[in-house]
DNA sequence: TTAAGATTGCAAAAAATTTGCAATTTAAAC
DNA sequence: GTTTAAATTGCAAATTTTTTGCAATCTTAA
């Protein structure tokens, strides 16, 4: 179960379960797509904004969550340690939040990338905008 | 020129090339990494808060300028149309940004991604974090 | 069960962004 | 060059977003 691995997580970093840590991370389990911080302080509407600031930046310090900039607001989304890895295409004419794996052709030019620079990187964002199938095809509907 | 150019894409866009405009893509050009929105309206001091940010706006619409989510923060930079494409790496520990172009590899990748989804992308952004060379050979320093 | 410390809610402050409007500037027509 | 209509600016105020201090409450470990 994620929660009880978030659980563990929580405590292994010596922060404290907290009922409303714990809510906003089921909040995040349920998202479908990157939400913005006002949408969640929307829907964490049982708890304080403070507290949901508060929170997202812990979670975003112990590797729980991390911000992506899709469209026009950044958004935060759980991270690969809650979710497989994974990036997003978003569609300006819809709004449609696409998300596809890397593929390893991909993840083989990022290894090439690191080795040129001597970049050691921990993360990485691939971020697509443009118009989706269904957008393109309506064109001149 | 670049600003001849830009000169060009204002009219063209319909809007009145003012010396605030000019200004603020003379301030853009100079800059070697993106740069928030914050230190825009620094740089940009003779000129109001809000022209800064209508204008901001203004050349993302039109495509002057994007933003992207570096570090914590969005910045803004010059598009594709005033600076050659390229991607950045951000140093988690010391905050370099190392700028570099995307390999014929990569895009082949990408071409893939939107073939395999019928997705049209106008643009896309790859941005790393982690640590720059010189920050994990002194790791131990 | 208790005590120490972490976390919350609340209220207020600070920071970031947007808006209305009068004054100024721009561009195009004369 | 003037003139004129429309766009843009600066200013002040409003709004929205995010942060902070502190007392009350909750959590953990003993």
């Given at each position: ?5 978030f ?12 009922k ?19 949408r969640?302080?929307?829907l ?6 403070a ?6 930046e ?12 899709t ?29 596809f794996?890397?593929?390893?052709g ?6 090439k990338?690191?080795?040129?620079y001597?970049?050691?990187?921990s ?5 697509l ?13």
């Amino acid at each position: 179960m994620l929660i009880e691995k978030f659980k563990r997580h929580i405590k292994k970093n010596g922060y404290f379960k907290t009922k409303e840590r714990l809510e906003l991370f089921e909040i995040l389990t349920k998202q479908k797509t990157p939400c913005t911080i006002q949408r969640l302080v929307h829907l964490a509407d049982n708890m304080d904004e403070a507290t949901v600031y508060r929170n997202l930046e812990l979670f975003e310090e112990i590797g729980v969550t991390h911000r992506i900039y899709t469209g026009w607001k950044y958004k935060v989304e759980l991270s690969d340690m809650f979710r497989s890895h994974h990036h997003h295409m978003t569609c300006d004419s819809c709004g449609a939040v696409i998300s596809f794996e890397e593929s390893v052709g991909f993840e083989r030019e990022l290894r090439k990338l690191e080795q040129k620079y001597g970049f050691n990187a921990s993360s990485h964002s691939l971020e697509l905008r443009g118009s989706c199938s269904s957008c393109h095809s309506n064109r001149f509907a």
